[in-house]
């Protein structure tokens, strides 16, 4: 049958990977400062906390490259740093999943070490002889006890101060069941917390409920029907999707981090639950890492690199961040690739901790900060694209070893007026119903790892892979492909409706992830979200391409502030545009492109693309630049531009424009 039109709809012909130019003109058509910190808890009586404190972020522990090295704070290495929790006596514990699989603390002189865990798996004992599956949840109780939301073994472990590792619930088993102990069962849970009382409550994930570990063990269901939805109410009524994280207030509400519905749950100590606000104008992404202070303020992480400050039915703020990156700073000044677990240490200082840049980060009131020490300049958190390339990437279908037909490709023009962006990656051709396989193995770190559930811009990450456009996890008939690591959800009729992928699940390269939709065809992103990088780079196997850009007949068009052409140029070529990466910047395709560019409409055989080759696009920044016509004598020129693809095939035809430079007019003496 034939492709609906999209605006991801394959062109025919690949942009080019690079655009260079002998003299740049305006179109032509073809085919922070950071510091790192080394704090003193003050825990003598300060000041009061002044009203709406601005806050500043800064690196607390991390170098910004992932791995696993214990030791001075501002060289160690977390691998995938999620859950935090803060001691009275100033000390910081880290749930370090990914390679780690280990529960880290920072003591406040700054000095990393390991309190347990070791190898992935699941084994009680002492310090590195005790196994985790993603811990990613912490909580510490009165007594200093250091409680893990162990996801991967479906179990709620508990550590003693000097590293003891025990299981205080679950039998490894996902499901859902009440019970004492190891009678009980849970499903990936991922947020936890600590009552006044001792009561563990457990943010349950893939079951979409709140469970609370009783003090002699028993645990008891305490809201959510089991069914993912947002609906408030009685307890066994209200439903919940995807919760990651949970607080507790001094009076017994528990704050609940709803991440799949973007939203902040209380559940009152009667079992009423509802949902507080106000929020964001543009809502919460995500939220998963939630605090509540002793004023009844609520902190919550969301997945726009946001920590957000809510006085329920009163106010909110963004207190730190505005988009994806790295910058420490003030207020929305500082930078957070992806936030997740959030501790309130204090009144005015939190601690969060920021995945993607394999850091833990402080963000707090200035009068609650202590700098000590300037920032290694070389500290520069982001996609290891270097390491990624260390291998030679597959194709997402068979044969895996290529080779496969690309049929569009990093940079490309997508969107309409108002609403352009990049083409994010590379779209591999085939049919509906075949394998989608992992281009590489990875592991699923974000909770919710899925998105469009039964549209045709269905997708997965796995690490720093994108899939889009399969169904995740099923076969054509949507039969499941393995339950133990992708969790469907079935309506009243049987029929399914969603499917969610836990933290924590591994997949093999190779490895079935699902398969084709009905846009016939597999897209695929490396690197983080908005900053991704161009798959061709990493030596996709046999991929070759002899066939260069166009450009269009009469398509070189010279455009002058004032709608004439003068146009100086350069003796070299200058290369202006290349699509190694992609901007973060909302504004760059406009920036890259002319107005009109983009795929054509449903059975048109051109795409078309604009490019404004005096700005430029060089590791992902896009600038805007202009011609200078004054650096050249008057006289007759030729213009000719300089198109080539990822492999260097170049444009030979319709290159060259001429030009002639008119000497200036001087302006006439006054008489």
């Given amino acids: 049958m034939p492709e609906p039109p999209s605006d991801d709809s394959p062109g025919r012909r690949e942009a080019p990977g690079r655009l260079l130019l002998l003299i740049p003109i305006v179109v032509v058509i073809v085919a922070g400062v950071a510091g790192f910190v080394v704090w003193r808890w003050i825990l003598q009586p300060q000041d009061p906390l002044e009203a709406d404190w601005v806050a500043v972020a800064a690196v607390l522990a991390g170098d910004g490259t992932a791995g696993m090295r214990d030791g001075d704070a501002a060289r160690a290495r977390f691998s995938d740093p999620f859950g935090v929790a803060a001691s009275e006596d100033g000390t910081i514990y880290v749930a370090d999943a990914g390679d780690a699989q280990r529960v880290r603390r920072i003591t406040p002189n ?54 003891v590792v025990s299981t205080a619930a679950g039998d490894r088993a996902a499901g859902h069941r009440d019970g004492t102990g190891h009678k009980a069962r849970f499903n990936g849970p991922v947020g936890i917390a600590v009552n006044t009382a001792g009561q563990v409550i457990v943010a349950d994930t893939y079951n979409d409920r709140i469970r609370v570990i009783q003090q002699d063990g028993t645990v008891v269901t305490v809201a959510g029907s089991g069914q993912p939805g947002s609906m408030d109410g009685e307890s ?152 990624f390339a260390w291998q030679p990437l597959l194709w997402p279908i068979d044969p895996i070893d290529g080779p496969v037909e690309v049929t569009g490709t990093l940079g490309e023009a997508r969107g309409g007026d108002g609403a352009e962006r990049f083409h994010a990656g590379v779209d591999v051709h085939a049919p509906e119903g075949t394998p989608v396989r992992a281009i590489r193995g990875g592991v699923v770190t974000n909770p919710v790892a899925t998105a469009e559930f039964g549209t045709l811009n269905e997708s997965v990450r796995i690490g720093p892979v994108t899939y889009v456009h399969l169904r995740v996890g099923r076969e054509r008939r949507n039969e499941l492909l393995d339950p133990m690591r992708f969790v469907p959800t079935y309506d009243e009729m049987g029929r399914m409706v969603s499917i969610r992928v836990k933290r924590g699940a591994r997949f093999t390269t190779g490895e079935a992830i699902g398969t084709v939709n009905a846009f016939n065809h597999v897209h695929l992103n490396i690197g983080w979200p908005g900053e991704e990088h161009n798959p061709l780079r990493f030596r996709l196997v046999q991929f070759e391409d002899t066939l260069p850009p166009t450009i269009a007949r009469g398509g070189i068009r010279l455009l002058g502030e004032d709608g004439r052409s003068p146009a100086p140029g350069f003796k070299a070529p200058r290369e202006t545009i290349r699509f190694d990466r992609l901007a973060p910047e909302p504004a760059a395709p406009r920036v890259v492109y002319a107005s009109g560019s983009g795929i054509p409409f449903f059975g048109r055989r051109v795409t078309r693309f604009l490019y404004v080759v005096t700005n430029t696009l060089r590791e992902g920044i ?50």
């Fill in 622 to 671: 896009a600038s805007a630049g202009t011609w200078d016509t004054s650096t050249l004598p008057p006289g007759d020129y030729t213009l000719r531009i300089l198109a080539a693809d990822i492999r260097g095939n170049q444009a030979v035809t319709n290159r060259d424009v001429a030009v002639t430079i008119l000497p200036a007019v001087l302006p006439l003496a006054s008489q």
């Fill in 236 to 387: 066994s009524e209200a439903r919940f999707h995807t919760p990651c994280g949970a607080a507790v207030d001094a009076v017994g509400n528990i704050y609940v981090a709803d991440t799949g519905n973007g939203a902040v749950r209380m559940i009152s100590p009667a079992g009423v639950v509802s949902t507080i606000g106000p929020m964001p104008e543009d809502g919460l992404l995500r939220p998963t890492g939630i605090a509540v202070s002793g004023a009844g303020l609520v902190y919550v992480t969301d997945d726009r690199g946001r920590i957000v400050e809510i006085a329920p039915g009163v106010s909110v703020r963004t207190l730190a961040g505005s988009r994806p990156g790295f910058a420490d700073g003030s207020g929305l000044d500082a930078r957070f690739r992806n936030l997740a677990g959030l501790a309130l240490a204090s009144p005015g200082r939190l601690v969060v901790t920021d995945p993607r840049n394999a850091l833990v980060r402080l963000v707090a009131a200035r009068s609650r900060l202590d700098l000590q020490r300037p920032v290694s300049p070389r500290l520069n958190p982001g996609f290891d694209a270097e390491a």
């Fill in 110 to 163: 700054g000095v990393v070490s390991t309190l347990a865990g070791g190898d992935e798996g699941y084994a009680d004992g002492s310090g590195a002889a005790a196994q985790f599956s993603s811990p990613s949840g912490l909580a510490i109780a009165r007594d200093g006890t250091v409680y893990v939301a162990d996801t991967g073994n479906n179990a709620i472990r508990r550590i003693t101060r000097d590293g």
